[in-house]
Nanobody, 121 residues
């Protein structure tokens, strides 16, 4: 699976951004797509995931109620709508894909390039 993420940028605290990730290379049924992020000097962390087939979603506690993950089957694209952004959301965001069976474990095997999100205070 090849993944191409886009949509990062600079936004003020309280603002919104939408990230996009286009997947290609194979049929996505049986897969989950997710978003991770890595802030400077910190380890990469899970943000959100979605099972492609069922649309079941999963969120990190830190983003619940603020971020929404969704998918568009016609475009093979997964989105991350980020609202009420905080300076601590500043990070490089990565799109990822993995087998749906590992969805609960948040285990992903394929990674796209990152897109930088900077939230100013």
């Amino acid at each position: 699976v090849q993944l191409q993420a886009s949509g990062g940028g600079l936004v003020q605290a309280g603002g919104s951004l939408r990230l996009s990730c286009v997947a290609s290379g194979r049929t996505l049924s049986g897969y989950a797509l997710g978003w991770f992020r890595q802030a400077s000097g910190k380890e990469r962390e899970f943000v959100a995931g979605i099972r492609w087939g069922s649309g079941t979603t999963d969120y990190a506690d830190s983003v619940k109620g603020r971020f929404t993950i969704s998918r568009d089957g016609a475009k093979n694209t997964v989105y991350l709508q980020m609202n009420t952004l905080k300076p601590e959301d500043t990070a490089v965001y990565y799109c990822a894909a993995g087998k749906s069976g590992f969805f609960i474990l948040r285990k992903y095997d394929y990674w796209g390039q990152g897109t930088l999100v900077t939230v100013s205070s």
